[in-house]
């Protein structure tokens, strides 16, 4: 049971600003997806072992060699604001 | 303060030792030019994956082992999720729930003597975020993404601190081991290390604990140290005032000119952070074997080092710890030994000059006070060839130089002499110069004999052992010395 409260605090976390129409929406649509995936839980699972990554794979990892880095012009004009050496953002408070 | 007692955790982060980042290739060094050392991994861009660094594990591990951690053999990768400039994909890969490692411990020395254990909770592996620039007045930040992901550790206590000099023991021992292992060449001023602190206190004898407050932004030990005081010391004063209730749990940045701290944010709840497995990364799975083989290829811990120190060469307790606070000096301490030098004699000298001529060239040890000529010198003065007074006054001179102590010393015409005649012909110069000093010894003031041993010294230019010096005073004067 999807709450219009549930979907202000997603919209909050998810930096979105929602009007009341759009939380009604919302709420609709996020009940539909939860609700699909709600599915999954008539599958018996007695004796399946929970994963957490489907791959099976274990161990990837690389040697401590440096690889390709992008140029800082390059970097930089991939932002939408900048100086000569820095993305800009605008003024945030500390996290 | 003595009806409160304050409850103390301190999580440290400490960026590992790599060349590249956590989960790519980029390097991570310290001091380049802003957004230099960037790559698609830690732009976030789309279908960039990351890639576990093994070396970062290899370190990391080491970390755990010399904090007595347990590492497990599974554990695995989270998204930690928040909007923030400094990570652009969103959010930080972290360990959630299956960190590598749980439990472990620090050993402190309590001001008042004794030692106290201060258990770990965990240690994760993390990636590192990267530098907000806010220009004074201005309406933007600059981001400077060259930290994204350097690989870091965060080292979590159990609230097992009760003061801010603990929190302060505890930091120069952890740094100390994490260290001596090369895991982190753990530079607070250069954010290879970094410290929170979270700060309860309550009444004593109650077990609950009380509200707790983290504090951020403690770039040195001396700055934790301060802050938590500080906090300490005004939830207290709420506490006796009645208004307890208006410590509220929040994380607050401390401000090291005002020694003061802000309230920041107030706590957001864990579940805030939408922590989940990321797809992106297999489980990562360090065998037993793996791990009993990085503990073989570990030098001998600074600890056990130390203990070995008291017991193998009957040093005191604090020349122990002090020639254990880095491997570098308790290596040049122990090749001094393996010279031939005698283990007291090593012990002061590796204390008193080498690191005092280390210390003031910023240079290592064995090249400010190389060990070919230390040991000599300290020879030199074992076998009563040069005065110690001497080899200590001319110590930095002598390094300086380059020459060979002995060859030195001859030069300066300060090598001790066996000269029976010249020794007593001396000491009666001495006994005529100066006659009150005598009239003092003769009198029963032994102790003035002192006085005539450095004359006499003196008068020799150090060329006589002051314990000859000593033997012919007293046969001359006719006095037990």
């Known amino acids: 049971m999807i709450t219009d ?80 050496v820095a993305i800009l953002v605008p003024k945030v408070v500390e996290r | 303060m003595s009806e409160y007692e304050a409850v103390i955790g301190l999580e440290v982060h400490c960026q590992l030792a790599t060349r590249t980042k956590m989960f790519t290739g980029a390097t991570c060094d310290f001091g380049r030019e802003p957004n230099s050392q960037v790559d698609v991994v830690t732009l976030g861009l789309p279908g960039a994956l990351p890639v576990v660094n093994g070396q970062a594990v290899e370190l990391a591990v080491r970390a755990a082992l010399s904090l007595n951690g347990t590492v497990a053999e599974h554990s695995k990768f989270d998204r930690k999720h928040y909007f923030y400039p400094d990570l652009p994909k969103g959010y930080q890969i972290s360990q959630f729930d299956e960190p590598y490692c749980t439990g472990g411990s620090i050993t402190i020395e309590l001001e008042g003597g004794g030692t106290k254990v201060i258990r770990l909770t965990r240690i994760h592996m993390e990636e590192d975020a990267g530098k907000l620039i806010h220009q ?72 609950k604990f009380g509200t707790r407050c983290e504090i951020k932004n403690l770039n040195s030990f001396r700055a934790v140290e301060a802050a938590i005081e500080h906090e300490i010391r005004q939830q207290v004063a709420l506490h006796k005032a009645g208004r307890y209730h208006e410590v509220v749990q929040c994380t607050k940045l401390w401000d090291p000119d005002l020694k003061t701290t802000k309230v920041m944010r107030t706590k957001e709840n864990a579940a805030d952070y939408r922590y989940f497995p990321d797809p992106d990364l297999p489980a990562l799975v360090i065998p037993a074997a793996r791990v009993e083989a990085i503990r073989s290829a570990m030098p001998e811990l600074p600890q056990i080092r130390e203990a070995r120190f008291q017991s193998q060469y009957a040093l005191e307790r604090a020349a122990a710890k002090e020639l254990t606070a880095e491997s570098p000096i308790a290596d040049y301490f122990e090749a001094l030994i393996a010279a031939g030098c005698p283990a007291k004699l090593a012990a002061n000298w590796t204390r008193e000059e080498a690191i005092r001529l280390a210390n003031d060239q910023h240079k290592p040890l064995t090249v400010a006070a190389p060990l070919p000529i230390m040991a000599e010198l300290i020879l030199l003065v074992a076998n009563n060839k040069v005065a110690r007074v001497v080899a200590k006054a001319e110590c930095s001179e002598l390094f300086a130089s380059g020459q060979k102590p002995e060859a030195y010393f001859t030069a300066k015409d ?59 005073l007293a046969k001359q004067l006719g006095v037990a010395l």
């Open chain 1, 5 to 84: 409260d549930n979907v202000r605090h997603l919209a909050k976390l998810a930096s979105l600003t929602l009007d009341a129409a759009a939380v009604s929406r919302m709420r609709g649509e996020l009940e539909a997806i939860v609700g699909y995936v709600e599915q999954l839980s008539q599958v018996d699972t007695t004796g399946v072992e929970p994963l957490t990554n489907v791959s099976g794979v274990v161990n990837v990892t690389r040697t401590d060699v440096p690889g390709p880095l992008i140029p800082t012009p390059t970097v930089l004009a991939l932002a939408p604001a900048r100086n000569e």
């Open chain 2, 414 to 472: 300060q090598i001790q002499v066996q000269d029976t005649a010249a020794l007593a012909a001396l000491v009666a110069q001495a006994i005529a110069q100066e006659a009150k000093v005598v009239e003092d010894i003769r009198s029963g003031k032994l102790s003035a004999a002192g006085r005539l041993v450095g004359v006499s010294m003196k008068l020799s230019g150090g060329k006589f052992n002051p314990n000859d010096v000593k033997a012919e």
């Open chain 2, 136 to 207: 004074d007045g201005g309406k933007w930040s600059e981001v400077d993404l060259n930290r994204a992901g350097t690989p870091l550790i965060e080292i979590v206590s159990d609230p097992d601190l009760r003061s801010a000099q603990e929190a302060y023991a505890y930091l120069v021992e952890l740094k100390r081991s994490l260290k001596w292992v090369g895991v982190s060449d753990c530079e607070m001023q250069e954010g290879s290390l970094r410290c929170d602190a979270n700060v309860s206190i309550r009444p004593v004898g109650q077990a």
